[in-house]
């Protein structure tokens, strides 16, 4: 799990993007793509065009990380190119790296009586 401070940005970059890209390439992206500094402590993530890799590029203020995540099915849940930029909190990054759907997470139901 990738340790995402508080008051960290998520920033999914709409689309796909070439998943053979690494830091540079990714960094590159960010600030030309989205008008952003990859240096700023943001995260920033990315998905390939199957849509069962994504990639997370985050400079905490050390050095640059680059963190991957493939599911062994299905898809993650992506906003269309025509959202442009789209911020996520960390809550919903956590629900996005699961598999589950971050824009309209369901409770499950529980039980109020044993028997």
Known sequence: MIPV????????ATGSTDMRLGMPGLALRVQET???????GDLYVFRGRRGDLIKVLWHDGLGMSLYARRLERGRFIWPSPADGVVALSAAQLGYLLEGIDWRH???????ELAG
């Open 5 to 12: 401070p508080s008051g960290v940005r998520v920033w999914l």
């Open 34 to 40: 989205l008008g952003r500094n990859p240096h700023a």
């Open 105 to 111: 997470p369901q409770r499950t139901w529980r039980p």
